[in-house]
């Protein structure tokens, strides 16, 4: 939205500069359902701009090939602004006019505390660590079938991951199973690295960095913990950095075979980006199997067809990230919907 800012921040060249200005003067708006993301931005701003800023953004937040991702579940306000307008810089230099910075929130304890309340103050019957086998139907409503239970139930809300609603779905559903099953995710690892006071000086603006696939890393996004997040900074002065390896796609990851290798190559990316000296003092590995979806393109029309193959079979709903949902705010918005939706229904 701002190509004095991009002129200030020293990411591209000048011939990159100067290619995505084209942006302001390129003629045409989208017109159809979803392109790609990658292909967009190389046609309005350049390739400087895809590989540069937006395919690592990508790589931090979304996962897969730019050039294959939908830009309208990957980048929805710049979708709807392209659409709509002539020039993308212009419209959102316009909206973000009077915008407040936007900030990182989090819960304070870690993200699981949401699903701990949730389960402690609900009014409802809920039953933890407990997979569901499959749904069926039964009468009007359904089955829903546990390892220990069975609930009868007048709707159902499957708030899964696409391959494992494919196989709660296949018997009730089975065509919208089968698109289900098509879809893909990514798997990425997070690794956590300590290090001493000192031995780590991150820049005092901004709290991470962003790993263009050209400059070959392990690593596609690292934070500084301790900035972005001051609630989990260690009180003696350690830096805690959180690293993402991989992007979601064959590639760095894909040989990795062990935790040591991991830490290993992200704290060689972490010397070799923010001029760390020595090893950290303490690491932990997370590995996130099939995590992150692949938003491809005309991702949202398969969905609309799978939603409503299921209205067809009864009152099913689907729920979450990998559907129309993004983020945590999606997720808890569309679940509101659909449970007043749900309630009046009943009512």
């Given at each position: 939205g701002s190509l004095s800012a991009l002129l200030r921040s020293r990411v591209l060249s000048w011939r990159g500069l100067v290619r995505a200005a084209g942006d302001v003067v390129i003629p045409g708006k989208i017109v159809g359902d979803d392109v790609s993301l990658g292909g967009f931005v190389r046609r309005r701003f350049g390739n400087e701009v895809a590989e540069r800023l937006v395919d690592p953004l990508m790589a931090g937040t979304r996962a897969g090939d730019i050039d294959r991702m939908s830009m309208r579940m990957a980048a929805e306000p710049i979708f709807e602004a392209a659409t709509k307008h002539r020039s993308v810089t212009l419209a959102l230099g316009r909206a973000k006019r009077g915008q407040q910075r936007p900030r990182f929130l989090g819960l304070k304890g870690g993200m699981s505390r949401l699903v701990d309340a949730l389960a402690e103050r609900s009014d409802a019957d809920v039953h933890l660590s407990t997979p569901v086998r499959r749904v069926t139907r039964s009468g009007a409503g359904f089955v829903v079938e546990a390892d220990d239970v069975e609930i009868e139930a007048d709707a159902v809300v499957v708030a899964v991951p696409a391959h494992a609603a494919a196989s709660v779905l296949a018997d009730v559903a089975p065509s919208a199973a089968r698109r289900l099953a098509d879809f893909t995710f990514a798997s990425v690892s997070v690794v956590n690295l300590l290090y001493p006071p000192g031995a780590v000086r991150v820049p005092s603006t901004g709290s991470g960095l962003l790993v263009p696939r050209s400059e070959r890393a392990s690593i596609a996004a690292c934070t500084w913990?301790?900035?972005?997040?001051?609630?989990?900074?260690?009180?003696?002065?350690?830096?805690?950095?959180?690293?993402?390896?991989?992007?979601?796609?064959?590639?760095?990851?894909?040989?990795?075979?062990?935790?040591?290798?991991?830490?290993?190559?992200?704290?060689?990316?972490?010397?070799?980006?923010?001029?760390?000296?020595?090893?950290?003092?303490?690491?932990?590995?997370?590995?996130?199997?099939?995590?992150?979806?692949?938003?491809?393109?005309?991702?949202?029309?398969?969905?609309?067809?799978?939603?409503?193959?299921?209205?067809?079979?009864?009152?099913?709903?689907?729920?979450?990230?990998?559907?129309?949902?993004?983020?945590?705010?999606?997720?808890?918005?569309?679940?509101?919907?659909?449970?007043?939706?749900?309630?009046?229904?009943?009512?």
């Open positions: 913990v301790s900035s972005k997040w001051p609630d989990e900074a260690p009180a003696d002065g350690r830096l805690l950095l959180r690293c993402v390896v991989g992007r979601g796609e064959t590639g760095p990851e894909g040989d990795i075979s062990d935790d040591d290798d991991i830490v290993a190559r992200a704290s060689a990316d972490v010397r070799r980006f923010l001029g760390a000296e020595g090893d950290p003092i303490a690491t932990a590995v997370h590995r996130w199997e099939r995590a992150l979806p692949r938003f491809v393109v005309g991702h949202r029309a398969r969905v609309a067809a799978i939603e409503n193959e299921l209205a067809e079979v009864g009152n099913l709903s689907l729920v979450g990230a990998g559907y129309t949902a993004t983020g945590l705010n999606d997720c808890l918005l569309q679940g509101l919907r659909i449970a007043d939706s749900i309630a009046s229904a009943r009512d």
